[in-house]
Nanobody, 126 residues
């Protein structure tokens, strides 16, 4: 199940980016989609996932406060991650992935996700 991330780039602190995760309509109807990030020298960290059955979104405690918003658009077959007020510690490679489990923030762990994209680089720097 291919998923392809896009939308990364260089942004100044306090700026915004919207990342996109593209896949097929069939895949997005069948799988839940999550976003992760991996900063240099750190482990991969779950950010958010959206449930394909009920549209509910779940966020990691580290991004609660809602500077990060995950959303799914069935018409474009994409799942978006809107990131606002970005901070330098947000510099990382951001990945989307598919899962059969997205019922709480406890499912934001790599082992619950199967198909991964190659990632898109986000750099927050002045």
């Amino acid at each position: 199940v291919p998923v392809v991330e896009s939308g990364g780039g260089l942004v100044q602190p306090g700026g915004s980016l919207r990342l996109s995760c593209a896949s097929s309509k069939t895949a997005l109807d069948y799988y839940h989609i999550g976003w992760f990030r991996q900063a240099p020298g750190k482990e991969r960290e779950g950010i958010a996932c959206v449930n394909s059955d009920n549209g509910e979104a779940y966020y990691a405690d580290s991004v609660k406060g809602r500077r990060f918003t995950i959303s799914k658009n069935q018409y474009t077959s994409r799942v978006y991650l809107q990131m606002d007020d970005l901070k330098p510690e947000g510099t990382a490679v951001y990945y989307c992935a598919t899962s059969h489990s997205c019922l709480s923030h406890n499912h934001l762990r790599s082992e619950y996700f199967g198909y991964w994209g190659r990632g898109t680089q986000v750099t927050v720097s002045s």
